[in-house]
């Protein structure tokens, strides 16, 4: 289903050593962009003495939104590799962060390639991967006498009720899951004295 992906569910952690270079990856489900980029400064900020701090995330479950960083390693060397574990796992709404502590030794393009590569990966293995669904809201008023029907619909389907007011006018909001969403809409339309808000 189109509205189905999959992320990890906590913060993991991972490791990779190559010629006395420490590489410590972390993987973080994250909802949006800007909670993404927050992470990576969080993870700067604690790791003020590394060489390096690269990142990659992925948002959305049409996985379209997306971005990588090197953080001053040779272009495409670090945040590529880290964005390609990523898409390797088909995993979206998660930011992975990789801290670089040099050893003495430079690793050359390729090496750099697979030491961001492995430790990205090694922090999703330690992962666990969960399937998620998106979610739309809905937030629609109805008389209080049309309660019944209204109660009828929701509970023949699979929804969470957000919030929910019953006086001469009753509001409710619920979430459900994307691909569902127009079924619910259209059952809600067909009662009488239901308004959906737009």
């Known amino acids: 289903m189109a509205d189905t992906y999959h992320t990890i569910i906590a913060t993991s952690q991972g490791l990779y050593k190559e010629k006395m270079s420490k590489f410590i990856s972390f993987a973080v489900p994250v909802q949006s962009a800007a909670e993404a980029k927050e992470v990576v400064k969080q993870y700067q900020k604690e790791y003020f003495d590394a060489r390096h701090v690269c990142w990659a995330y992925m948002i959305g479950a049409a996985r379209t939104e997306f971005l990588s960083n090197d953080n001053g390693e040779p272009s495409g060397t670090a945040g590529k590799p880290i964005?390609?574990?990523?898409?390797?796992?088909?995993?979206?709404?998660?930011?992975?962060?990789?801290?670089?502590?040099?050893?003495g030794i430079k690793l050359g393009t390729s090496g750099l390639i697979v030491a961001?590569?492995?430790?990205?990966?090694?922090?999703?293995?330690?992962?666990?991967?969960?399937?998620?669904?998106e979610q739309t809201v809905i937030s629609f008023t109805?008389?209080?006498?049309?309660?019944?029907?209204?109660?009828?619909?929701?509970?023949?389907?699979?929804?969470k009720i957000l919030n929910q007011e019953f006086d001469?006018?009753?509001r409710m909001t619920?979430?459900?899951?994307?691909?569902?969403?127009?079924?619910?809409?259209s059952r809600l339309a067909d009662i009488d004295d239901v308004r959906i808000d737009e």
């Open 142 to 159: 109805f008389d209080y006498l049309a309660m019944n029907d209204v109660m009828k619909v929701i509970k023949g389907v699979d929804l």
């Open 116 to 133: 961001y590569r492995e430790a990205a990966a090694d922090a999703i293995n330690n992962a666990q991967i969960i399937e998620c669904h």
């Open 174 to 185: 619920v979430s459900i899951r994307s691909d569902n969403a127009p079924m619910l809409v």
């Open 168 to 170: 001469n006018d009753c």
């Open 83 to 103: 964005l390609g574990q990523i898409n390797s796992f088909g995993l979206t709404n998660i930011v992975i962060v990789v801290v670089r502590y040099f050893g």
